[in-house]
Each structure stands twice: as structure tokens, then as C-alpha cells.
């Protein structure tokens, strides 16, 4: 149903803390709002007030204005910067610290998997079998939220509560079963991981649609923090005799978010800012396009990227100069540092570019540049502080990659991300699979782990070409 977008003029004192996109109407002597609607929603309509010259009261000052142009008693006025609902910022803070802990999850195999394998007598071969059971449940996972993200006023809400349930469950399993409890209990914290990780990038990604990059940006700063956290907490803990106490509070912890995520209405607002600005007659993105490819592209090798770097670094670090185990198995912690300085300075570099239209490519060609040079110089690096000096390095410049990645999804394919979303991530999960490994046969054929590192150094190169000839969409 197409309403046109109307301009409501009236005489206002004080301010409000409502943000506004842009000024389509310049008048000193009284305010100008631009009034569009976005949807029939239970019989009430939602207007979304996108411009505005000068100060206003309360909102509520405004429903008057609105009931005498035409938009009738029902009417309700939302924040165009927020797609804001009762419980999004009591949700969104609870998501958060649940991303942190998900974060000690997602890298929890790398640190305890040597205790495990001295725990229950496995062999090596076995002791891979817990990795790949983690990624396929994850990968399983990421195309669940296709399924289950576009039920219609639940969708976000079950994926969370299934999602930290499960890795409740999982973690729980590891650290109280034996070595066959253990394995199933992998394989579900994985699904759950899937769906979390999955679900919380595209929920930030929808509740703050002007800033989508940046929200995302600060939501995987928190999970940064938690994978680095992840080996010191487990060594302390094991030094402790604590290790089963650690692993059921994360999983308490997780079991907490689900109870708490379950019990509210965290769904976005079905408004989509981009589709309304292009108007009506705009023709909709096709899901199988030059747009989808690069996506695809893009995710596959940025994850497969950094999770050789991340993965491999420690083994050839230890090969540069002998060093300890423990600070063999800290050597990670070097990268995930980086990647989380990255993030959290994103935010500001993405300010400091929003001028330009193409400031996020600008930022994503310039990180990918940073994390190729610092990967090539690790293979030239000749003592240990070089060596984690460039792995550093290498997490600063990927560290922008992903969050404006997430961000493009969500801003070109609108509502359709939710459905579409799964495959992208699910891609992801294929490239974080896939490099390391190519990584590990390159350097086993080659005879020279600095051969198998020419594996990520040549994913950056591919990024930045996909990413110099990504289809432009200006965000409305």
C-alpha cells in the first residue's frame, strides 16, 4: 500500500533526543517534519520521522500534529536511527556479554584440547574428530537461521533462546562427561554457536540500521574479548583443579541469556529504511546476482583468512625460534588483540570517512592492504617478537573486514538478509574450514609451513579485487 510521505508544520519549544537523517526542508521561522510511513502493522501505523529543522518536544507532543494530517488516532512516532522496540536495550546488553562468553566457546577446543586428550587417552586422530564436529554443527547452525530468523514476530527470539541453550548444554557436556558425552556435546554448542553468532550480527545489523557497521563493529569487540580471554582462563583453571567448575559456569552463564532472551519481545520493527527511500518502482536486489557472488566470496575467504592466521600463527612462531609451550599457546592471543583494537577503533574511522560514499570499501581495501603486508612479513620474520608483532598487525588490518561485510548484507538485501543471511554465514563457515587446512597441505607438500602461508597472504589479494568491483549501493 503506498502512502506518500507527508510534512507536518507546527511551533515547537525545548528539544528532543530524536536524530534525524537529513534536512529536506530549510525554514528558520518554524520546524519541518518529514513524515514517512513505513507499514500497516496490526491495524496501527507507524511513521518514522526522518527530517527535521529545528527542536521539538517530547514525541508525544507530536501524535497531535500527526492525528490532524491524515494518520489518524493509532498513530505512533519511532526513532529513524534505532529500529527500536520495549526490550531492544536490555536485549542488546544481555547479547553482548552473551557474545563474550560465546567467544570463549568458539576457540575453547584450541586450550583444552591437550588436557582432554591426557584426560581420556585419545589419539590425534580422534582428537580432530572434536573440531570437525564443532564445525559442522556450526555450519548446520548457520542454515538453521534461515529457517527459523524469518518467523514472523519470534524468529530472532527463538534463535537466541535455542542458540545459548544449546551451547548451555554442550559446554556443560564437555566438562562433566566422558570422552563419547563430550564429542555430542560439541557438536551441540556448535549448532548453537551457529545460530547465535549467526543471529546476533544480522539482529544488531537490523536494530541499528544507520550505523550497521559500527554496531557491528562493537558487538564482535565483545567476542574478541572473549576469545582472548578464553586460554588464560582455561590454564588458571586447570591450575586450579577448577576446569569442570569453569566450564559449567559458561554454560550457566549461556543458560541465563536463553532464559532471559525467551521472556522478551526483542523482534525489530518490519521497516526497512533502504526499500523505502528507493521508493516503491526501485527494483529489488535478486538474491542469485553479481551481488550475492561477491558476498559469498567475500565471507568465505575473509573467515577462512582469519582463522589460518589465527590458527596457524602459534605453530610457525614456534618454529622461528624455540619458545615454551605456554607461550606457544599465548602466541594467538597476539592476533585476537589486534583484531579487537581494530574494532574497537572502527567506529571512529568510520566517522572520520562517512562524507564519502565509498568510505566503507576505502576502509575494508585499506585494512585488507595492512593484513596482506603484515602476513607477507611474517614469513621474513626471524626471531619471536617479530613474528608476533606481525600477527598483530595482521588482526588490526582484518579486524574493519567483517563488521562492514555484515553490513552490506543487511543493507542490500533489507528483510530478505534474514532468509539469505544463512547461506552467506553458513559460506563463511566453509572458508574458516577450508583455508586452514589448505594451509597445512600446502606446508605438508611443500615442506615449509611459510609455503602454507602464502595461502591466507593470497586470500587478502583476492579480497581486495572482489572488493574494488563490489557492486555500489549507496544506503538510502
Known amino acids: 500500500m503506498d502512502v506518500p510521505a507527508i510534512v507536518v508544520k507546527g511551533r515547537a519549544e525545548g528539544s528532543h533526543s ?68 520495549p526490550h531492544h536495550g536490555r536485549a542488546n546488553l544481555v547479547i553482548h556479554a552473551a557474545f563474550a562468553a560465546a567467544g ?35 555450519l548446520a547452525g548457520c542454515l538453521s537461521t534461515g529457517v527459523l530468523i524469518p518467523i514472523r514476530r519470534r524468529g530472532y527470539r527463538l534463535t537466541f533462546a535455542i542458540g545459548f541453550a544449546l551451547i548451555a548444554l554442550g559446554v556443560a557436556a564437555l566438562g562433566l562427561g566422558d570422552a563419547r558425552i ?19 550480527n544480522l539482529w544488531v545489523a537490523e536494530i541499528f540500521p544507520q550505523r550497521r557497521a559500527t554496531a557491528v563493529s562493537i558487538l564482535n569487540v565483545t567476542w574478541t574479548i572473549g576469545a582472548i580471554a578464553c586460554g588464560p582462563l582455561v590454564m588458571l583453571a586447570e591450575d586450579l583443579h577448577m576446569l569442570a567448575k569453569f566450564l559449567v559456569g559458561v554454560a550457566l552463564f549461556h543458560a541465563i541469556c536463553a532464559l532471559l ?108 592492504s595492512l593484513a596482506a603486508l603484515a602476513s607477507s612479513a611474517l614469513l621474513f620474520a626471524t626471531t619471536y617478537r617479530a613474528a608476533l608483532a606481525c600477527a598483530t598487525f595482521a588482526g588490526l588490518g582484518l579486524a574493519c573486514v567483517y563488521p562492514i561485510l555484515v553490513g552490506w548484507l543487511v543493507r542490500i538485501y533489507g528483510a530478505n538478509a534474514r532468509r539469505f543471511g544463512s547461506i552467506v554465514f553458513a559460506t563463511g563457515s566453509l572458508g574458516g574450514a577450508t583455508l586452514p587446512w589448505l594451509v597445512g597441505a600446502v606446508s605438508t607438500h611443500m615442506s615449509a609451513l611459510r609455503m602454507g602461508l602464502v595461502v591466507p597472504i593470497a586470500a587478502c589479494i583476492a579480497m581486495l579485487l572482489v572488493n574494488g568491483f563490489f557492486p555500489e549501493r549507496r544506503e538510502a
Open 18 to 85: 530524536e536524530h534525524y537523517a537529513d534536512h529536506r526542508e530549510q525554514n528558520q521561522n518554524a520546524e519541518a517534519f518529514a513524515l514517512e510511513p513505513c507499514l500497516l502493522k496490526g491495524g496501527r501505523f507507524v511513521a518514522v520521522i526522518v527530517h527535521r529543522a529545528g527542536g521539538a518536544k517530547h514525541s508525544s507532543d507530536l501524535l497531535g500534529l500527526l492525528q490532524s494530517s491524515g494518520f489518524g488516532g493509532n498513530a505512533e512516532i519511532a526513532n529513524s536511527f534505532q529500529n527500536v522496540a
Open 182 to 200: 563430550g564429542l555430542v556435546g560439541t557438536a551441540l554448542y556448535g549448532y548453537g554457536l551457529g545460530l547465535a553468532l549467526t543471529g546476533g
Open 261 to 368: 532472551i525467551g521472556a522478551w519481545e526483542i523482534e525489530p520493527l518490519e521497516y526497512a529504511p533502504d526499500e523505502s527511500a528507493a521508493g516503491p518502482g526501485a527494483p529489488r536486489p535478486r538474491l542469485i546476482g553479481a551481488a550475492a557472488l561477491a558476498l559469498g566470496a567475500l565471507f568465505f575467504l575473509y573467515v577462512g583468512t582469519e582463522s589460518a592466521v589465527g590458527g596457524w600463527v602459534a605453530a610457525y612462531a614456534n618454529r622461528v625460534e624455540s619458545i615454551s609451550a605456554t607461550m606457544s599457546a599465548l602466541t594467538p592471543a597476539f592476533f585476537w588483540c589486534g583484531l579487537m583494537t581494530g574494532r574497537a577503533l572502527a567506529p571512529a574511522a568510520l566517522r572520520a570517512l562517512a562524507t564519502r560514499k565509498d568510505g566503507e570499501k576505502i576502509l575494508t581495501g585499506c585494512g585488507l
Open 104 to 138: 570463549i566457546v568458539t576457540v575453547l577446543l584450541g586450550p583444552i584440547l591437550p588436557i582432554l586428550i591426557s584426560r581420556w587417552s585419545l589419539s590425534d586422530e580422534q582428537a580432530g574428530l572434536f573440531f570437525t564436529t564443532q564445525f559442522c554443527g556450526q
